[in-house]
Structure formats: C-alpha cells, structure tokens
C-alpha cells in the first residue's frame, strides 16, 4: 500500500506517489523541485484523477447527443459499435492504471535530474509552456502514429469504427501511453513539473472529447485557431483528401503552419482503409500488428522487413502483393454490422454499468487496492468487454466465457467475505445476482444465430 509520506488523498494514491515508488528515484541530486520532497502543498494538484471524474459527464452527453441526432433524423449510433468503442476505451483504462507508473515515473526521474529550468514555485510559466508544449507535441506524436507503421499499429484501433460520435472519442488505443511518451520528455527539460505536464495533458485529452460529433457544424472564425469537430472529422474520414490530415488536439494552426491542414467540403467515410471487421475490444489492439508480421513474413529481403515497421503504413516492399485499393468514393463499403437480438441487447446493457463501476473503482483506488488486486479487475473488465463483442457477433465461446467471469466474480466475494474485507450480506448480493446474470446467459445461446 502507497503512503507518500503520510500524505493522505480522497483519490487514492496521487500519480506522485506512484512516480515515487519507482526505482528512477533513487539516487535523485535535487531536493528544491516539487518532486522531492514530496509535500503536502505540492501533492495536492494532483489528488484528482480528472479523467474518471469525467466519466459520468462523458455518458450524460453521449445520451445528449443520441437525443439531438434523432431530432435531426442522424442515425450516429449503432449498439454493438459503441458498447466495442467504450470497451476499447475501459481496456486502455485498465492498462494504463499499469503504464502510468511508467511514463510518469520516466518524466519524473528526467525532470529531477536533467531539467535545464526550475521555475519558482507558484510561476504561470511552467503552464504556458505545458500549454503549448503538450498541444504541439501531440501534434507531431499524432502525425507520427499516422506515418510511421509500428506507431500505426498501436493508433489504429482508435479510427476502426465506421461511425463518428462521442463513443469514439472514448474509443483509445491500450499503448498509446508508451508511444507517446518520447514526444512529451523534452517538456521536462523545459522546467515543467510533473503535476504540471499531467493536468494539462488530462485536459487536452477531455478537450478532444466533444469534437467526436456529427450533432455540430461549422463554427465560423474560431476554427481560424480551435480544433473543432468538423476539422476532427476531416481527420476521422477515409475519403483520399481526408487521408492523414488534421492531426490537432486543441489548436488547429499547428496543421495550418505544418501543411497538414484540410477543410471539411464532402461528407467524411469514417473507418480504415481495411476495415476491421469485428466487435472484439482487445483484438481490436493487435489486428494491424498481426497484418505487418504476415507482411514481414512474405518480404524477401531482410532489410525491408526491417524497414517495413517504419515506413509508411502503406508502403508494400518490393516482392510483395500489393493490396487492391478500394475506391471509396465510387464504391462505398457496406458497415461491418450484425444482427443484436433484444435479449443480448438488454443483458450488454445491464452489464456495462456494472463494469463502468467497476473500472471508475479501479482508477480512483489501484494504489489502495494493490497490484495484484488492480491487475485481477483490470482482467475482469477486459473480459467484460470480449464477452460482449462475443454476444454480439454469436459466438459459441461467448456464454461460458460471461459464465466463467461471473464464477469468479463471486468467488472473489467469497474470499474477501472470509477475511473480513467486506460484509457476508454484500457477497451474498453478489453471489446471487451473478447467478442470475448466469441464468440470464445461458438462455442468450436460444437466441444465437444458426450459422455461429
């Protein structure tokens, strides 16, 4: 269990307290930065995890957007594509409880050993240069995961759905953590703390949230500097002048200055280029890594099958196939869809509070809980979401998956009931309605399509 010097938070442990458990600490020169000591003072605009004080709101305006859509006769939702993009979007949730440690630990460990500047305490510098810092640097991060094929690989799953709403905003790729971290280390050299890069950081990410909409047209002269959502789904569609443009978080010069900026004159095509034809949450996270190793494997010459994970995602080495192109404009694909019967329906929807719950749980409290607590509720969660995409595409493995995951659900109650860690009363509660939810399972394989 993290203590951080008896620093308390309502929150669980602060990302501080988690950089500060990691080995990049020890042997740190300085004792003048925020990072070390760690005080009271200097912890707390760290305590709140805004992104998961943002999920309640996230789901209010997704049931907004719903609404206004259906005035204004747009069908922008699709169940089984948006239960897939919010599970891609708890799974990444989950991994990054484990990430974090990481990535902060690595700017943490930088900033207290390298910086070039330490700002007094209190300086609005460190904000404007985190400011503009994170916004350009996810610029180039961004462009990068569209030009380089690895990075492509691990950003993909963010741009697979075929709808455009505020699901997919929340629909997030598990490692983009990790691949955006090199872009974000020069900030630390520039002096900015920590808790300065993570809250700013946190806020372009909800920025970026309500420009996921088809509900919002033009909006005049701010689009000049804002990203809005009609820039956004330029950059969300797959028609060829859409291709590899618009790449803002906040600011849209970037793009302007950068040549890479594209105005919305046609209805976007969202989706991939090859689509992904699948409601699983996770595999959704390796597809386009598996399609580069088959392309590795048929390259003749091993310097191209080195080259091939840099190059450009489309690049096709020599002595190799070259993919058909589809025209997108003269012959629009049909959707990936399947049929949700109502019974599969109702139960996703009854489970996905559940493990929402679950995961807000999991974020605010993993630094309480522990890591092998953490990584057993992350599992439940993620497995949450391949039952249903599963459920959704009729799979036979489907139901004694859900059924697996409920058995160890309750037993998990069991134990923590025998400890002493929860009342006897609240396991029972879970015992019987997991078997409930079994039941209710079992009875969804009379509704499997014939041909799964």
């Known amino acids: 269990?993290?203590?951080?010097?008896?620093?308390?938070?309502?929150?669980?442990?602060?990302?501080?307290?988690?950089?500060?458990?990691?080995?990049?600490?020890?042997?740190?020169?300085?004792?003048?930065?925020?990072?070390?000591?760690?005080?009271?003072?200097?912890?707390?605009?760290?305590?709140?995890?805004?992104?998961?004080?943002?999920?309640?709101?996230?789901?209010?305006?997704?049931?907004?957007?719903?609404?206004?859509?259906?005035?204004?006769?747009?069908?922008?939702?699709?169940?089984?594509?948006?239960?897939?993009?919010?599970?891609?979007?708890?799974?990444?949730?989950a991994v990054a409880i484990f990430g974090k440690l990481v990535i902060l630990g690595a700017y943490a460990s930088l900033y207290a050993n390298a910086t070039l500047v330490v700002f007094e305490a209190g300086s609005w510098w460190p904000w404007v240069i985190a400011f503009f810092g994170v916004d350009l640097m996810y610029y180039w991060w961004h462009r990068a995961s569209h030009e380089v094929a690895f990075l492509w690989a691990i950003h993909a799953v963010h741009h697979q759905s075929?709808?455009?709403?505020?699901?997919?905003?929340?629909?997030?790729?598990?490692?983009?953590?990790?691949?955006?971290?090199?872009?974000?280390?020069?900030?630390?050299?520039?002096?900015?703390?920590?808790?300065?890069?993570?809250?700013?950081?946190?806020?372009?990410?909800?920025?970026?949230?309500?420009?996921?909409?088809?509900?919002?047209?033009?909006?005049?002269?701010?689009?000049?500097?804002?990203?809005?959502?009609?820039?956004?789904?330029?950059?969300?569609?797959?028609?060829?002048?859409?291709?590899?443009?618009?790449?803002?978080?906040?600011?849209?010069?970037?793009?302007?200055?950068?040549?890479?900026?594209q105005i919305e004159d046609e209805r976007p095509l969202y989706g991939v280029i090859k689509p992904y034809r699948s409601w699983n949450p996770v595999w959704a996270n390796f597809d386009v890594w598996l399609e580069l190793w088959k392309k590795a494997r048929r390259t003749p010459r091993w310097l191209d099958r080195l080259r091939l994970w840099f190059a450009s995602p489309g690049w096709t080495p020599p002595g190799v196939a070259a993919p058909a192109v589809h025209n997108v404009e003269s012959e629009p694909r049909i959707r990936y869809r399947t049929e949700t019967p109502l019974p599969v329906g109702l139960y996703v929807l009854t489970q996905f509070p559940i493990a929402t719950l679950a995961l807000v749980v999991l974020m605010v409290h993993s630094g309480t809980i522990g890591p092998a607590w953490s990584l057993i509720v992350a599992v439940l969660i993620v497995m949450a979401g391949v039952v249903w995409g599963g459920l959704f595409e009729a799979?036979?493995?489907?139901?004694?998956?859900?059924?697996?995951?409920?058995?160890?659900?309750?037993?998990?109650?069991?134990?923590?009931?025998?400890?002493?860690?929860?009342?006897?009363?609240?396991?029972?509660a879970v015992g019987i309605a997991g078997a409930g939810f079994a039941v209710a399972a079992l009875r969804l394989n009379a509704v499997r399509r014939p041909d799964s």
């Open 1 to 93: 269990m993290f203590t951080g010097h008896g620093v308390g938070t309502r929150f669980g442990p602060t990302w501080f307290q988690l950089a500060y458990t990691a080995r990049w600490y020890r042997g740190a020169k300085t004792s003048d930065r925020d990072i070390l000591p760690l005080q009271a003072d200097r912890i707390q605009p760290m305590t709140a995890n805004y992104i998961a004080l943002a999920i309640p709101a996230f789901f209010v305006l997704i049931l907004v957007e719903w609404i206004v859509a259906r005035r204004m006769d747009l069908a922008v939702y699709r169940l089984n594509d948006a239960v897939t993009d919010l599970a891609c979007g708890m799974g990444q949730q």
């Open 162 to 261: 075929e709808d455009y709403n505020l699901a997919v905003a929340l629909r997030q790729a598990w490692f983009s953590g990790l691949s955006s971290l090199p872009f974000y280390l020069p900030l630390a050299l520039l002096g900015v703390p920590l808790h300065v890069f993570a809250t700013v950081a946190a806020f372009s990410t909800l920025y970026q949230f309500w420009i996921h909409t088809e509900t919002i047209g033009r909006l005049g002269p701010i689009e000049w500097v804002l990203n809005t959502a009609s820039h956004h789904r330029v950059h969300h569609g797959r028609n060829p002048r859409y291709l590899d443009r618009n790449y803002a978080a906040t600011l849209i010069i970037w793009d302007r200055l950068f040549g890479s900026f």
């Open 395 to 428: 799979k036979r493995w489907a139901v004694p998956l859900e059924i697996a995951r409920l058995a160890v659900v309750a037993a998990i109650a069991a134990y923590l009931a025998s400890t002493g860690s929860i009342p006897w009363q609240i396991a029972a």
